[in-house]
């Protein structure tokens, strides 16, 4: 009976040590996902706050490549601006150069009275070329005779009295043609400028 009793204790002493060997284990478990859910945690935070920084840099270099980007158009808006104008100041005193030289095929043209001459054809010939040349760079005559004076466009050298009120105020003649390159004058046109007589003025607020 005695060893009877003693396995039977011996048996029940093992049973309550593997279920505090259990219990211990599933202590052991319980404590170290906690540490683990702690630590993902720490991870999670320290992720977010280099995510965050990484998202400050990333902001920070787009806004500078941005700059740098307009500053860089801005600059290549103001050289081809540049360029463009120091092509048309170049060309503009060269042309001014040239149009003494057109004013007289234009004088030789209206002194000369025999327009079927050899003569006569050949200056037209070689006046219309070179207007042709002059047109591929941009320049156009400015339109004078008939138009309304305009100051940016005219230059007044004498004012002519005028008996039509549709004249009163236009240009009635061309003293010199003036030219343009590019829309922007180089050569106003010198102009004589209809007045409307006063006495005609008078007869035609009497008849409204």
Do not use: W
Not at 32 to 39: L, S, V
Not at 87 to 97: D, M, R, V, Y
């Amino acid at each position: 009976m005695p060893d009877k009793d003693l396995n039977a204790g011996l048996k029940e002493g093992l049973e309550e040590l593997a279920e505090d060997s259990e219990v211990d284990k599933n202590r052991v478990l319980d404590f170290c996902k906690a540490k683990d859910i702690e630590e993902l945690i720490n991870e999670k935070e320290t992720l977010e706050k280099e995510l965050s920084n990484l998202k400050e840099q990333y902001n920070a270099l787009y806004n500078e490549a941005a700059r740098v980007k307009a500053d860089f158009y801005n600059y290549k808006r103001r050289m081809e601006s540049n360029i463009e104008k120091q092509k048309n100041s170049t060309i503009a005193e060269i042309i001014l150069n040239l149009l003494p030289i057109i004013d007289n095929f234009e004088r030789a043209l209206n002194c000369e009275a025999e327009r079927e001459s050899a003569f006569y054809k050949g200056t037209c010939m070689i006046y219309r070329d070179f207007l042709n040349v002059l047109a591929k760079f941009g320049v156009t005559p400015i339109k004078a005779i008939g138009e309304p004076f305009d100051p940016l466009f005219h230059e007044a050298v004498a004012v002519q009295t005028v008996s039509d009120i549709d004249s009163d105020g236009k240009v009635v003649q061309e003293v010199q043609k003036g030219y343009t390159l590019n829309g922007e004058v180089i050569r106003p046109a010198r102009v004589i400028v209809g007045k409307l007589n006063e006495e005609t003025d008078k007869e035609v607020g009497k008849d409204e």
